[in-house]
């Protein structure tokens, strides 16, 4: 019977199979987590969502936690202050390039949550511009809550400087601006009474909800360990059959 002749070429070869093949599947291990963290977020917004309206002072009231409300679906009445508006530059809508408009809705209290009013040409790109200013008075707001995309609000150290153009929705940076305290979520605008003057700026979709390709990923570097040790397997028997490893230690 055929078996596998050792030869230091062969440990070598074996070295580096088990290099790879442990590699694939640290990375299909770390697919499966990835897929894990998918469903779960998947599960929150579901959650989220399924609840009926609730006002935001009751769901951030008492010093509630911010991450136990998110995506929950919330509503408010006050009064937007353009003054403080900031733009959240590069989003893209209906494959259209351009902006989102981040303004303060102010509430009875004297406090403000953070309205994410949607989309806007990618010409909009000042804040308080006319063509997209929000209805004057009391404005009825209804959207879904969302954590900041950097630090909470309240988080001491955070620099002064006035920057109105933003990468992200980070709440921290933005309160650091604002002359009176913000809730700790912001609300990304679903329905608003009265409605946009000019129709701009467009509410923005809820995020998609899949799971992505990670199971796919995942299976496909447990398929490359598992090729790369059938590689080895067939290539170690090979020399085997090799007549010029005769003189070789022969295992099997």
């Not at 509503?75 to 902006?99: K, M, W």
């Amino acid at each position: 019977m055929t078996g596998i002749v050792w030869s230091k070429r062969l440990g070598k070869l074996l070295a580096v199979t088990s290099l790879v093949a442990t590699t694939c599947v640290a990375l299909g291990i770390w697919q499966i987590a990835r897929l894990h963290q998918k469903q779960q977020y998947n599960a929150a917004v579901r959650a989220g969502l399924s609840a009926a309206p609730a006002p935001v002072g009751a769901l951030l009231s008492g010093g509630a936690d911010a991450d136990a409300v998110r995506y929950r679906r919330a509503e408010a009445t006050g009064t937007y202050d353009i003054a403080h508006e900031f733009v959240l530059y590069g989003r893209t809508q209906r494959s259209e390039a351009g902006n989102h408009l981040l303004t303060p809705l102010r509430v009875a209290d004297g406090s403000a949550i953070l309205v994410d009013r949607g989309w806007v040409p990618l010409d909009v790109d000042d804040p308080g511009e006319a063509a997209a200013a929000p209805p004057r008075g009391d404005v009825q707001v209804e959207g879904v809550l969302f954590s900041s995309e950097g630090d909470p609000p309240g988080i001491p150290g955070q620099t002064d400087v006035e920057e109105t153009t933003l990468s992200k929705v980070d709440l921290a940076r933005i309160q650091s601006q604002l002359p009176y305290p913000i809730a700790p979520d912001y609300l990304l605008l679903q329905r608003q009474s009265p409605t946009q003057p000019d129709g701009f700026p467009e509410p923005a979709p809820l995020p998609q909800l899949s799971e992505g390709p990670h199971l796919g990923y995942a299976v496909q570097w447990f398929m490359f360990a598992a090729i790369t040790l059938a590689g080895f397997v067939v290539l170690a028997l090979r020399e085997g059959r090799d007549p010029r490893a005769a003189g070789l230690d022969r295992v099997g």
